[in-house]
């Protein structure tokens, strides 16, 4: 069996550590974007908080499969969210009455 010495490890641990960060920190929002979106390019949207990531953000997925970062404080975010929300209640609706036809 192979046997590390206390340095090998130790620089193991590092490595895999900094690329945990690196992973983690390329999947945040670090900033918001500028420009308001249609709402025909939202499919959906996901939720950063801050803990990992150093800013509150929405991240709006488009049906291009890009993720837009958008500042939850502004009120075409929150309005957007609820148009998504309520865009999904609509199909669940639907969806259930067909269900029971």
Known sequence: MAQFNLSTVCLLLVLAVSLFTLKAESACCTKYSKAEFPKNLIKGFSVQNIGICNINAVLFHTRGGRKVCADP?????MDMI??????????SSTNSQTQEQ
């Open 73 to 77: 404080a502004q009120p075409w975010v």
């Open 82 to 91: 609820q148009e998504l929300r309520t865009a999904v209640v609509k199909m």
